[in-house]
């Protein structure tokens, strides 16, 4: 059997705590798709987030609520979860957004420094 590489997962912020607090089928789901992304394939259900940042994606699982995680994962060295949370509207918040978006800023000027 062949074992493919899985790419470093770096969780910024409070995401991993994040995760960690949503309902366990939602974890579950949550560490499938996100491991899907880890051996380069697809998650099953998500969007583009542009306005977050380049190559930012929002994973979307719906169990018995709604939650959300967002990550990146175009550059070589790992994948960064920017932002994870229960989603209680239909549009995404500005704060979830903003925090995404800061998070991400963040991370594109850490890396220019090395």
Known sequence: MIRIQQKAMRWLGDSLDAVKGFSDEAKREAGH?????????EPSDWKPMETVGAGVREIRIRVEKAYRVLYVAKFPEAIYVLHA?????????????????????QLVNQRSKK
């Open 33 to 41: 798709q996100l491991g899907q992304v880890q051996e380069g394939h």
């Open 85 to 105: 949370f229960e989603k209680k509207t239909q549009k995404t918040s500005k704060a979830d957004l903003d925090l995404a978006s800061t998070r991400y800023r």
